[in-house]
């Protein structure tokens, strides 16, 4: 199937500082990337879908001023989890529409482990 | 909205053997589009299998194939020749057709054991 890369993997930050998580689509271009948020042994929570050269659309109760998605490129778009706490540790992974695939089926990165200290 | 329910929080079945996995979902659409993901403890989302609504014929994809009922709005997921490494959380998830509106509204997921 597509390759979806996200990265880091694991990241470790401090209170009150900014982290950014990268997800790339390395074997096709992708105009709508999603981010996804998911807790110890609960499903995945949407957080808002990114599109290339537009504002991201927020789900509702999602903070965009502390979620900032920038999707600049075909390939990349980035998480950026500003003045992150302890409660912003989590699970985060990112997914992108292939277009070319019949029904436009959705690829996943790897996902990212986020611990604020 | 809508929404989509898996029922079977936790499920287990013997190496070699069968396993059905079952996923209901609601929309108010004709046309959508149908997948089933596995998540490892890798936490990779790995597509098992997609089915277009449009088509009478369910999917099968080697030892993973789906019960697909439109009219029942049920989508349930066959593994035959359970093995080790099918072990994992399997969520069922609905997508739009609509463009713009391609996001995946998951299942709270059913965690599989295989027992050896």
């Known amino acids: 199937g597509a390759v979806v890369s996200q990265h880091p993997s694991w990241v470790i930050c401090k209170s009150g500082t900014s982290v950014k998580i990268e997800c790339r689509s390395l074997?096709?271009?992708?105009?709508?990337m999603f981010w996804y948020r998911q807790f110890p042994k609960q499903s995945l929570m949407l957080m808002a879908t990114?599109?290339?050269?537009?504002?991201?659309?927020?789900e509702q109760g999602v903070e965009k001023d502390k979620f900032l998605i920038n999707h600049a490129s075909l390939t990349l778009s980035t998480l950026t989890v500003t003045s992150a706490h302890p409660e912003d540790s989590s699970f985060y992974i990112c997914?992108?529409?292939?277009?070319?695939?019949?029904?436009?089926?959705?690829?996943f990165g790897e996902g990212s482990w986020l611990t604020v200290v | 909205a809508q929404t989509v329910t898996q029922s079977q929080p936790e499920m287990s079945v013997q190496e070699a053997e069968t396993v059905t996995l079952s996923c209901t979902y609601d929309?108010?659409?004709?046309?959508?589009?149908l997948f089933w993901y596995k998540q490892p403890p890798s936490r990779q989302m790995i597509l098992v299998i997609r089915?277009?609504?449009?088509?009478?014929q369910n999917a099968t994809e080697n030892r993973f194939s789906v019960n697909f009922q439109k009219a029942a709005k049920s989508f349930s997921l066959k593994i035959s020749d359970s093995q080790l490494g099918d072990a994992a959380m399997y969520f069922c998830?609905?997508?739009?057709?609509?463009?713009?509106?391609?996001?995946?509204?998951f299942g709270t997921g059913t965690r599989l054991t295989i027992i050896p």
């Open positions: 997914s992108a529409l292939h277009p070319d695939i019949p029904g436009n089926t959705i690829y």
């Open positions: 074997d096709f271009q992708a105009t709508t």
């Open positions: 990114s599109n290339e050269g537009s504002k991201a659309t927020y």
């Open positions: 929309t108010s659409e004709s046309d959508y589009y």
């Open positions: 089915q277009e609504a449009y088509k009478q």
């Open positions: 998830a609905y997508r739009a057709p609509s463009f713009g509106n391609e996001k995946l509204t």
